[in-house]
């Protein structure tokens, strides 16, 4: 049988990135140009300077995807793209050029969610197995998503304010560290402890058990620093780093446990950008040890082509192809 190659977009935020996966599995090239060195000294992601960082390196990066997995355009099966959620100028840009290429090479063009490529990242680590529960925590979302089968996904809490990555960006900012800071308070956290106790929202006997909110928690610290400041303390960025993730993975762990009391599943996937996370791997291996908990590589944690390359292989089964006037959907959900 003839190989299937499919060729991945993905330039939904601030990384551009083209892959190219083979029969389904073999991600054969992943390549990620990021952005982050433009944004930081605005302390986050600015559209317009993603757009145009898009527009400048995604040729490299499809003549880089192609030449890495050592094929010819004349190998590919078809071709995918990310079509949300994400900034609308940043995804027109890798939608306008999967279209283009489509279209040239006469190639089917296969739209994926982006939260659904999350997701999919696991399967490099080994086969999904149905049903499934994924949480799903990124600088956009966070949210518990029940997987019945390949592409029926439903959510079942999500965040009411701020996303985890969100919130780890913005006490960053306070600490005075660089965007994005979510790494760098992991490695602060673990060389400090716990002492500020700060508040774990929704986690009372009649709050809503599958639902986050972490705009309190974000509150709780900046207040907590300000009010050093103005007493002209200084408090210790480990100390505070670990407080503030202690509180994060309380309430993540606690949730995740409902959801998975609450729906009887295979597996346990965890992804997005914040799957990266030491603390987090950590504690939920030492805390959910009766099912099978899947987590992504390092590498396809972040956003990345890969992820959606994997996720395009279930529309793909499915039939599910974009027609020629696929749009940009900024807020598309499941
Ligand atoms: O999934 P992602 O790359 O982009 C979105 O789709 O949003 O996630 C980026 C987020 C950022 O907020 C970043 O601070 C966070 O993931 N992040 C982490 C870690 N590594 C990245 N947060 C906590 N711990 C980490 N080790
Ligand atoms: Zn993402």
């Known amino acids: 049988m003839k190989d299937k190659y499919i060729l991945a977009f993905e330039t939904s935020c601030d990384e551009t990135s083209v892959a190219v996966l083979k029969n389904d599995q073999?991600?054969?090239?992943?390549?990620?140009?990021?952005?982050?060195?433009?944004?930081k000294r605005f302390g986050g992601v600015v559209p317009e300077v993603a757009s145009r960082h898009h527009v400048e390196v995604i040729t490299t990066?499809?003549?880089?995807?192609?030449?890495?997995?050592?094929?010819?355009?004349?190998?590919?099966?078809?071709?995918?793209?990310?079509?949300g959620p994400g900034l609308v100028g940043a995804l027109l840009v890798g939608i306008a050029?999967?279209?283009?290429?489509?279209?040239?090479?006469?190639?089917?063009?296969?739209?994926v969610n982006h939260m659904a490529g999350h997701l999919w990242a696991a399967r490099q680590v080994k086969p999904l197995e149905f049903p499934l529960m994924a949480l799903l925590v990124s600088g956009g979302h966070t949210e518990l998503v029940y997987v019945s089968e390949p592409g029926d996904y439903k959510i079942i809490g999500e965040t009411r304010d701020d996303a985890v990555g969100e919130a780890y960006d913005k006490v960053?900012?306070?600490?005075?560290?660089?965007?994005p800071a979510g790494r760098e308070i992991d490695m602060l956290a673990h060389q400090g402890k716990d002492v500020f106790n700060f508040p774990r929202a929704m986690m009372k006997h009649d709050d809503p058990a599958l639902e986050f909110s972490f705009s309190g928690l974000k509150s709780a610290f900046i207040n907590t620093v300000h009010n050093a400041e103005q007493k002209g303390e200084s408090l210790d960025v480990k100390d505070l780093s670990a407080s503030f993730q202690a509180a994060v993975l309380d309430v993540l762990l606690a949730k995740t446990k409902i959801a998975l009391t609450e729906y009887p599943v295979k597996m346990l996937v965890v992804a997005g950008g914040v799957a990266a996370n030491k603390g987090l791997r950590d504690r939920l291996a030492a805390e959910i040890t009766d099912?099978?908990?899947?987590?992504?590589?390092l590498r396809l944690c972040g956003d990345n082509a890969g992820m959606i390359a994997?996720?395009?292989?279930?529309?793909?089964?499915?039939?599910?192809?974009?027609?020629?006037?696929?749009?940009?959907t900024p807020s598309l959900s499941f």
């Open 310 to 328: 994997y996720a395009s292989v279930c529309e793909y089964n499915q039939n599910h192809f974009a027609d020629w006037d696929l749009n940009a």
């Open 26 to 39: 073999e991600l054969l090239s992943n390549i990620i140009a990021s952005q982050i060195d433009s944004h």
């Open 172 to 179: 960053g900012r306070v600490m005075q560290l660089t965007y």
């Open 291 to 297: 099912i099978d908990v899947v987590i992504p590589p």
């Open 61 to 83: 990066c499809i003549n880089e995807a192609l030449s890495e997995a050592n094929i010819t355009v004349s190998d590919l099966t078809a071709v995918a793209v990310t079509e």
């Open 97 to 111: 050029a999967a279209k283009a290429f489509a279209w040239a090479h006469e190639l089917p063009l296969i739209p």
